[in-house]
Structure formats: C-alpha cells, structure tokens
C-alpha cells in the first residue's frame, strides 16, 4: 500500500448490534452512519442528527458545510445530485441541482475566429460559469423532504463561515494550483497577502456567512432574487461573463428518475442524466455480467474490465446531454441485450483500440458525502463547482465563488475538455441546458446489503464506483475495503489504462502490453470515496472516508 494510505487520516467505526449474525434481516438501520470529505462536514451531519433531523435534513447541512470548509470541491455558486431513498415508502429520486447555461450562451461561445476552442475561456473567470444549483436544491430538499427548517439545518455552515475553519495540505496543494486565476475577491477570502497559507490558518468567509444567511431566511428566493441576485448578475457581468437576472429567476431544480440495473444479485440504482454516471455504470455491468469474472487470471480481468469501460465511454461520448434538450433511449443503452451486441466483440487477447487522443489534466474537483439514517433514509450527494476553486471568481461582497461547469459541455465536436473527455451533438452549449456530468451517486443493494457510495475525480468518477460495485457484488461488505481498492481507468479517448501506483502488477502490465494496451501510471493516487454500508442480515454499520483524503466516516447509535 502506498505511504499516503498508511499514514492518511481514516476512521472506520464498525458497530456490531448483535453478537451473532441473525437469521432474520433487521427492518431498521441501528442508528445513523455518514461520511464525507471533511470532519466538520460529518460533524454538522451528527449534529443535525442529534437535533432530531432525518437523513435528508443531513443532506442539507453537509452540502452547505462543505461549502464552505471545502471550498475547492463544491459550493453555493456549484450545483450537483442528490440521489434520496425514502424509507417509509421505497420512494427514490435523483434531485438534480446541476448548473445551466445562461440565456446568452451559445454553442460557439468557446470558439475564437478560426473555429478553435480558446483555451482556458471556459476554465478560468466568470464567461465559464453556467447558473448554480446547489442553493436551489438546499431549500428544495429541506422544504419537500427534511423534518427541520431550513434555518436550523443551515446551521452549522454559517459557523463554520463565520468562525472559519483550518488549511490543510489539500486546500494548500490546489490553492496553488488555481492561485493564479483568482479574482481579488476569491484571493483575499483564500489566500494570506496574495500567497497560500500556512497548514491551520483559520478561513473566515464572513460575506459566505451572510449569504447564507440570507438562503436560512428566505429560502431560494434569498439566493435568486432580491438584493443578492442583483449582485451575482452584475458581478458577472461587469467581468465578462454573461448572466442575465432571468438566468438566476428561472433556474429551477428538477427531479428525475435515477437509472436503475441489476449485476448478479446486486439492485443498482444511481444518477440520471445530465449525468452520465447512471447508464454507464449500469451499460459497463451489463456487459461484465456475461462473464465470471472471479475464474480470469487478474490480466484477463483487467483487460475485460477496460473493454467495457471504453464502450460505455464511447456510448457516453455520442449519445448522452441533458434530457431535456436531447432524447436519450435509456432503455436500450441500459439494457441487457445492448450491452450483450456491445461487449460481443470482446477479443480476449487483444485491446479494441478504438480511438487516438490526448491525455489530459485528471479531475480533483468535487466532493462527495454518503448517508444512511435510523429510518433506512438513505443520501448518496456528489456536488461540485467543477475543476478545484470553479472559475476562480468570487463576486465580490457575496462570499460566493463560481463554478467552471461550463467546461463540461462539448465546446466544439470532437475537442476534448479539460478532463480528456470528448462529446458531440448531444452535448453542445444551447442557452439554459444542463452540461453533462460524471457524477454517479449510487446505491448498491442486495437481500442482506445496502452501500451508499460516490466520489470525486473528473471522468474517473464512473470508473471508481464500477469498481467498488464489483467488489461489493463480489462479497466485499467492508466500507473500509471499497474506498481503498486500488483504481485503474480508461475512457475510450485517450486509448490507455491510467492506473494508480501500483494497482496493476508488473506481471499483469507486461500482459495487458501483450494484448495491445497503453498504460499511463499516475504518480499519485486519485478520488476521494465516501462510503456507508448497512448489513441488514447482522445489524450491522459501516461508514469508511476514503484515505486517500482528509474526510471522516462515523457511526451513532440511535438514541
Ligand atoms: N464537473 C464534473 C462532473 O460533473 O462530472
């Protein structure tokens, strides 16, 4: 394992209810387990546990507190998915708070002249920043689905605002990653005299504070009307970028029914589109399923795995946008049959290579946090401001810093974006569209085992949690073991497995050579998994935060 694995911060708290497993599942969750990227962050979701909330008042007060302790991975001017179970009734939806277009936006906006993509014009500054979501889905979550108000779940995030919270070495490393594109606003709330700080210097965001304030009092109309939309809009627009006040009026969060599979005896439900998560995670099991993948040698393995991640890649790249602007036949792309006719060309000794591209800087934007409650109300959030830091432009006066999202749609046909990912029709830039999406959300369950899982990590996201489904599918019911497997990737543009120090042995890459592959070791290791297990067959909780990171996972009893 590598040092970092060692050494990293990693709470596991393992509660076993009964002695011995029991013979009848157990209808209720013992009490609550949570994870995510940061221990405040868990710490405001006991809190709001001990206050009486269920799962999704947790919701509401985890994605407010990491934005504002991990600024770099999502916040107020992001957007994201919550994908909810609702234990009294079944009930499961995906609440999708993704960022959209501006009005003013164009499917050429990113092109100069001559029909290239300007590089960085949908990276850095306020032209690439689509309308956030995130705080319309806080108070939709709260006011259709929480027990408390909205004002008490919210909470926590304006303390940790208004009292700060401690640098660490993550927030050092991608603060001086995006150091250079901070506007004045976004530079004097995270950095010390123009420089990153010190580890433990304390991060005020009273204007953070305030608006969140704001949102506690008067729910979405707080951030998309009145005094502090006018703000957002002409800080926007005076710098560059493009928003109208009818961007913030209109924006609307919208429900949609989460993508749902089966592999073996494992239920899978997980993020619809604008996201991309759902149907290729359940396409790649699909066509994994023909085989039994436990009989391969671990090269034959690999190689079966990476073939279905660059078909499932492949269908991302020309088929999938925002429902509501493309028509996406999810039935067949999710269906058995499909991924059978897919997968059919499989050679077991030789790699498809299908397509050439560039490799390209690797995500380690987002953030993810997973959560089961004494009900079974189960939360599974991935939220994000896009690359670390968004768009590096903070409106001044409302501690708001904005996302980069726009990034994700396809600036030009065939052009690969910022994480190597390339995307066509389906995924060009039309005014108030959804850009597609990588975050994958999930539920896995069997008779006797529900995970909540996601991460973060750009285009990896999807082949992270593939992963962690086959090991749960495989018999692995341990948090702790699902956020530490080691990760490999392909994403049919570039043609090669990236994988992480060493995830593949020599052996095993001298074999996938052999088979015609190109393999790209990362230098460091990638993600941050936040997962909770429930074992329903022996009273069982887990909750693991990948070590990777700097996250917590935690188990309560019930009161
Ligand atoms: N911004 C990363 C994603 O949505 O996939």
Redesign the pocket.
């Known amino acids: 394992m590598r040092p970092c694995c060692v050494k990293a911060t990693f709470v596991l708290l393992l509660l076993t209810v009964c002695q011995a497993a029991a013979t009848e599942p157990h209808p209720k969750p013992p009490g609550w387990a949570i994870a995510s990227a940061h221990p405040l962050v868990t710490d405001a979701g006991v809190e709001i546990a001990r206050a009486g909330g269920n799962a999704f008042d947790a919701a509401v007060a985890m994605s407010a507190a990491l934005a504002v302790v991990e600024p770099m991975g999502s916040g107020l001017g992001g957007g994201g998915f919550w994908l909810l179970h609702h234990a009294k009734n079944g009930q499961q939806v995906m609440v999708d708070g993704r960022e959209r277009a501006p009005q003013r936006a164009h499917r050429d906006m990113y092109l100069d002249a001559a029909g290239n993509v300007r590089p960085r014009a949908s990276l850095d500054g306020p032209l690439a920043a689509a309308i956030p979501g995130e705080p319309a889905a806080l108070a939709y979550i709260a006011e259709r689905y929480g027990r408390l108000p909205l004002s008490r779940s919210l909470t926590p995030a304006i303390r940790f605002a208004r009292d700060g919270f401690a640098v660490t070495h993550r927030y050092q490393r991608l603060a001086t990653l995006r150091k250079p594109v901070f506007n004045a606003a976004a530079a004097q709330v995270f950095l010390v005299n123009g420089e990153v700080p010190g580890s433990g210097t304390l991060i005020k965001q009273p204007d953070l504070a305030s608006t969140l304030t704001l949102i506690a009092q008067h729910g979405h109309a707080g951030f998309y009307a009145g005094q502090l939309a006018k703000r957002l809009v002409d800080g926007v627009a005076t710098q560059g970028g493009v928003w109208v006040a009818t961007d913030l009026s209109s924006y609307a969060v919208m429900e949609r029914e989460p993508i749902r599979g089966s592999y073996r005896d494992v239920e899978i439900t997980s993020a619809a589109p604008p996201s991309s998560g759902g149907i290729a995670l359940v396409a790649m099991l699909n066509m994994l399923e023909r085989w039994d993948l436990g009989q391969f040698a671990r090269v034959d393995r690999i190689h079966r795995i990476v073939e279905s991640m660059r078909r499932a890649y492949r269908d991302r790249a020309m088929y999938l946008g925002d429902p509501d602007f493309v028509s996406i036949d999810t039935g067949r792309l999710t269906s058995k049959d499909y991924a059978r006719m897919l997968s059919d060309d499989v050679d077991a000794y030789a790699t498809s290579n299908q397509a050439s591209g560039k490799n390209r800087t690797e ?1 380690r ?2 953030t993810h946090f997973s959560i089961l409650d004494d009900e079974g109300n189960r939360v599974a959030a991935t939220l ?1 401001i ?1 690359y670390p830091f968004g768009s590096g432009f903070m409106v001044a006066g409302t501690g708001v810093l904005l996302n980069n ?1 726009m990034d ?1 749609f396809a600036a030009k046909s065939g052009v690969a974006n910022v994480y190597g990912l390339i995307g066509g029709e389906a995924n060009a830039i039309a005014p108030g569209k959804r850009p597609l ?3 994958s959300p999930t539920f896995l369950e069997t008779e006797n085992a529900v995970a909540v899982l996601g991460t973060p990590g ?1 285009s990896r ?1 999807i082949s992270m949690v593939l992963l962690a489904s086959l090991a749960f599918a495989e018999g692995t019911l341990d948090a702790n073991e699902l956020v530490t497997l080691p990760r490999f990737h392909h994403q049919y543009v570039p043609d090669q497995i990236v994988f992480e120090p060493f995830a593949i042995e020599q052996t095993d890459l001298v074999g996938l050579k052999l088979k015609g592959h190109q393999l790209q070791r990362r230098e460091s290791p990638y993600g941050d998994m936040q997962a909770v297990i429930w074992r329903k067959d022996q009273g069982q909780l887990q909750a693991a935060s990948d070590p990777r990171g700097e996250g917590r996972g935690t188990v309560i009893l019930s009161k």
Do not use: P, Q, V, Y
Request: glycine fraction near 16%.
């Open positions: 995500g934007d987002t994000s896009n999202e994700d999406s990588s975050m750009g996201i």
